[in-house]
């Protein structure tokens, strides 16, 4: 991990937006809420380091309370999607008689594209954070299924697996204490990356208008509300735009570097 500066980069930007975030009340003067129409639309000075909206809100406070929206979904998607996608994976790739019927669920999960799914699943549900978790829960879920079925059904016939079956350990025993821990590096890995697509997507859903109700402030909300005021107000979508940035880029960087590290065969390379 030493060698590998471009992990600590994105370890310093994801601690540095964190700690931004929840330190908000500490770090601004001003409420994400309160209107000021006397001042609306002014540029970035030193009153107002971001500028301020249509509605004379203070952009750097919306960025920073908004940032505790955005990691909170995206962090919500990466613990329900990893519970989720890991039980399918597990039971897919170890008995036998569910692989295929789970396989195959997995396979028209997959068939529809990240985002046309989530819509679909949000206009059925309808607008909300925790309809948008939700979606995006099952949208991201077979993906690390199917990555943990692979790996599964290799441990599955190993040969220390062979021996806790034959000095009779039970299903749930060897799942958890001789397979599941074996697949922490890939779980991390597909985590880190989970976590970034659902900020993106999140945003994406926001932008469209069918995410997070628009009076909530999230990266996503600020730019959809903001591009009717691209060519007068730049700002409006310059400042949560480099929000997500800086999150997405972070949370990759991480991702590449686990997977460089905790992968043998990498390993060996380097």
Known sequence: MRRRHLVWIGLVLLIAVTLAVACAPWLTPYSPSRLSIANRLQPPSGRWWFGTDDFGRDVFTRVLYGGRVSLLVGASVVAMATGLGVGLGLLAGYIRRLDAPIARLLDAMMAFPDILLAIALLAALGASAGNVVAALTIVYAPRLARVVRVATMIIRELPYVEAARAIGATTPRIL???????????????????????????????????????????????????????????????????????????????????????????????
Not at 178 to 202: D, K
Not at 206 to 228: D, H, R, Y
């Open 176 to 270: 958890l204490k001789h397979v599941l821990r074996n697949l922490v590096s890939p779980i991390l890995v597909q985590g880190s990356f989970i976590f970034a697509h659902a900020m993106l997507a999140e945003a994406g859903l926001s932008f469209l208008g069918i995410g997070i109700s628009p009076e909530v402030a999230t990266w996503g909300t600020m730019i959809s509300a903001g591009k009717g005021y691209l060519d007068r107000a730049p700002w409006l979508m310059l400042f949560p735009g480099m929000a997500i940035i800086l999150a997405v880029l972070s949370l990759q960087l991480i991702g590449d570097g686990l997977r460089d590290v905790l992968d043998p065969r990498l390993g060996k390379e380097v």
